[in-house]
T-cell receptor, first 114, second 112 residues
């Protein structure tokens, strides 16, 4: 596609429920990143995928968070047993190579846990 | 000490002013430096990209990197109301596969 597409754009969920956030990167981009942006906290790195290599999960805040990338394209970020502190904007980005150069970000999924 | 420090502002200037935005960092291994602009309820968009030390100019925007001081700047000349946004600095080292580290962002408001 022309840009990075994320869905849903907004998600309200009850505490304790699981949520899935989707990212469709730019076609041909081999690197894909998930970041979390909380009010006043800036962008927090979560996970990085590069081609078929094992992902860098070093930023995932707890084992309730997981992500996968199927066929080197679409990625899904799953948050299990959501907590109120998970409320944030979840941003996905892709780049054509291993992070060299800048990323292209999607518009994000605004997650609210009530 | 956080790896990347950025004053969150807010910064308010009149139209036509010169704006200076800055970040400091602690990791001497950082080699790639970027500035992103983020409008409300949008994802960040890449504005400027520099490698190592030096200056880079693109229209009204100039990015400067001083690695000896671990200090980077973004200058906006002849600022416009459309420049009102949050500006985020970002940086990473040479090692392939490492993610960008972002500052918290500075909110800029340009009044007409």
């Amino acid at each position: 596609g022309a840009g990075v597409s994320q869905s849903p754009s907004n998600k309200v969920t009850e505490k304790g429920k699981d949520v899935e956030l989707r990212c469709d990167p730019i076609s041909g981009h081999t690197a894909l990143y998930w970041y979390r942006q909380s009010l006043g906290q800036g962008l927090e790195f979560l996970i990085y995928f590069q081609g078929n290599s094992a992902p860098d999960k070093s930023g995932l805040p707890s084992d309730r968070f997981s992500a996968e990338r199927t066929g080197g394209s679409v990625s899904t970020l799953t948050i299990q047993r959501t907590q109120q502190e998970d409320s944030a904007v979840y941003l996905c980005a892709s780049s054509p190579r291993q992070g060299l150069g800048g990323y292209t970000f999607g518009s994000g999924t605004r997650l609210t846990v009530v | 000490q956080k790896e990347v420090e950025q004053d969150p502002g807010p910064l308010s200037v009149p139209e036509g002013a010169i704006v200076s935005l800055n970040c400091t960092y602690s990791n001497s291994a950082f080699q790639y430096f970027m500035w992103y602009r983020q409008y409300s309820r949008k994802g960040p968009e890449l504005l400027m990209y520099t490698y190592s030390s030096g200056n880079k100019e693109d229209g009204r925007f100039t990015a400067q990197v001083d690695k000896s001081s671990k200090y980077i700047s973004l200058f906006i000349r002849d600022s416009q109301p459309s420049d009102s946004a949050t500006y985020l600095c970002a940086m990473r080292g040479n090692q392939a596969g490492t993610a960008l580290i972002f500052g918290k962002g500075t909110t800029l408001s340009v009044s007409s």
